[in-house]
């Protein structure tokens, strides 16, 4: 109970900070329709003349876009790495080696309850807009799709969050960890699906992107919600986001504990 209790207090805490800044994010997730409409565009004229790309029509493509708007805002860990990085440069690092608390364990509790003002935010403006578009999109009915997507949200935020405090790490051995974490997030956008859906890759790079765990953060929850994934390409996904939060973790594990190594203790 002591336990639950340290880390409510933590969720509490990260809950006031982030709705400190609700306006700009509550911004961001606005500006964020700008977006989405040069993507109904730019998706609009790729369709021009075809009724599907890929085996999927102009209304479930746009569909795919959409969710996975929401799912980023939801899910995505956004400047955690920076945050970890600087924690460790500034010294702020040190309270945490002489307190009964988990640094990977507090990162995540803020990381979700950031995510939850972050998310309902988001909501807001794409529910106010919903109805322009809502005759756009084609949203599938099976029930099982929710039953799968939701553990898959989840696994998916921890693999997001775990490659972010890996890269935070970093800083353990670097004095700039930005060129790494600018890296992670070219490939993310590329092999997580956010610049186009995966499965318009040529076969031998779809089942490539499959083996990563970019492929896993957001394309394949919104991958299930969407349609674009059968039942049994869900339960195996699943399984393989498994596997993959399990290697994350050890390799933050050790990266910490190797890191503690080097670290000076030097202000805080």
């Known amino acids: 109970m002591s336990v639950l209790a ?17 306006w700009n994010f509550a911004a961001r997730s606005a500006f964020s329709l700008v977006h989405l409409s040069f993507v109904f565009i730019l998706w609009g004229a790729a369709y021009r003349g075809q009724t599907d790309i890929g085996g999927f029509n102009l ?27 600087e924690d460790i440069r500034n010294g702020m690092i040190n309270q945490f080696l002489l307190k009964p608390i988990d640094y990977y364990s507090y990162r995540l509790t803020l990381f979700f309850s950031a995510r939850l003002v972050t998310g309902a935010l988001a909501l807001l403006p794409i529910m106010l807009a919903y109805p322009l578009f809502s005759d756009t999109l084609s949203l599938p009915s099976d029930p ?29 051995w670097f004095l700039e960890i930005q060129s790494f974490i600018i890296l992670s997030l070219a490939i993310e956008t590329v092999l997580g699906g956010q610049m186009f859906p995966l499965d318009l890759l040529p076969g031998w790079a779809f089942r490539l992107s499959q083996f990563l765990p970019y492929y896993y953060q957001m394309y394949f929850p919104t991958a299930i919600l969407t349609g674009r994934l059968d039942q049994t390409q869900a ?34």
């Open 235 to 268: 339960t195996e996904g699943l399984l393989v986001q498994l596997v993959w939060l399990g290697i994350l973790y050890g390799i933050g594990r050790l990266l910490w504990t190797r890191g503690l190594r080097r670290h000076t203790a030097v202000g805080g």
């Open 144 to 172: 099982w799709r929710l039953l799968y997507g939701a553990p898959a949200l989840l696994l998916s935020a921890l693999i997001q969050f775990s490659i972010a405090y890996i890269f935070g790490l970093l800083a353990f």
């Open 6 to 22: 340290k880390y409510r207090y933590v969720f509490l805490t990260g809950l006031q900070s982030s709705l400190v800044y609700r």
């Open 59 to 85: 209304a479930q493509t746009l569909t795919y876009f959409l969710a996975m708007l929401v799912i980023q805002f939801f899910i995505s860990a956004q400047n955690e790495d920076y945050q970890i990085g």
